[in-house]
């Protein structure tokens, strides 16, 4: 029996993966940064807590969007299949831009930020504003997405984190400018459309010239909708319950005695886990592109142990040394309540990166299959998890919130990974008896 040939190597993955991570460690630092700038305000509680409600149910609704640059990857093979994909993807985005648009201006708003998340008036004020302004970055997500899947697609990952550059730098300007023109949370949101926007026109430049070496016409007719709603559907469910776990533990942690509070700190904490934590979102378009036969895997199933341990040690050392008062005080800004608050949360950090890798590992390798539909059961159980652990963590008293969200965050994606682990499992079966 020969033996499987693989062309994925670990050198190769560490290529292709080391520009996501500087590009993902610098979105992910925009939040911070932006969490950084705010926590800066007179009324840091308010302001902290405004910008998570507003960001974490717009990007909940508008999450769906990710699956733009899948369907990049996966279909456009030639120029003529851009504009069926361009269609579906405008759809796509639509309908969270106008149920921003009720959130922002209606008293939908007022319900879903005092109501649902309990915040208090001037919480729920401040994110109704910032709701609108994050809502304008809709055409910017679809255009974003496309020209990120073509330079995915032709592995030039270095592009996206020159892009990504950008927007940092265009960030720092703009916290330091919008403040004469803003106020609160509206700051925040409108610093974070304006970095998007310069980071997509950098995108754009690089992206048309892959796009006109594309063939006029691919071998394949380009997909109809039907076939891209089969493949997106499940992915659209999977990573909306990214942003949905967030808004659910949210919700949850205004039901505490103090809810601007565990919503702060729960902004704080999600932000810096993530900052730590997301470039192992980036196993899933690793996965996606490079791997074509099972040889393939056992390369990426090597750099994902690396992954972990790098990170995970990254998350241990920042929260279980001195290193915490730096990140927390000096960096973050934050007051002693907010930073105790926030700590023991955050010593649990280290236990993402393990959850987090294999999740999207396997979530990649049942994409590059074509084999989505378990991704939607996954990202509903990650959702369902996280309400039973927000939901027994709300009753508790003296319940500490961002220990509560950070739980309920870490179960949802082991959940998932052990659910398409085992899925991944039943199709190599199925392959081997066909």
Sequence with gaps: MPVPVT??????????FVPLILMTELNM??????????ARAPDQNITLAAFHVAFTLYFALASSTEVCSLLTLGYLKSKR????LLRFMVVIVAVPWVVAQFLAFSPLGDWAYGE?????????????SATFLLSLS???LVIRSICFGLILMHQQTIFITYATCVRLASLAGSLFVLPNYFEGAAIGAAALVICMTIETVVAVIFAQKLFRNLPDEGVDPPPNIRRQWRFAWPLMMNTSSEMGVVTVISIFLGMLANPDLALAAFNIVYGLVSLMMSPMRNLLQTAQTLVKTIADRRPLFIFALHLIGFFGLLGFVLFHTPAEAFV???AMGLRAELKTYCLPALK???????????SALYRGLLAGAQNTTMLAASGLSRIAVAIIVAGLGSVLAGSNGAVIGIIGWIAGYGLEAVLLALQLRRLDRRSNQV
């Design 7 to 16: 062309s994925v190597t670990l050198g190769g993955a560490y290529r292709f």
């Design 29 to 38: 630092i925009s939040k911070s940064v932006i969490n950084a700038a705010l």
């Design 81 to 84: 299949a851009l504009w069926p």
């Design 116 to 128: 649902m998340f309990g915040a208090s008036a001037a919480v729920v004020s401040q994110a109704k």
């Design 138 to 140: 809709a055409p910017v």
């Design 328 to 330: 927390l005080e000096e």
């Design 348 to 358: 649990l950090a280290f236990l993402m990166a393990a959850a987090w890798a294999y």
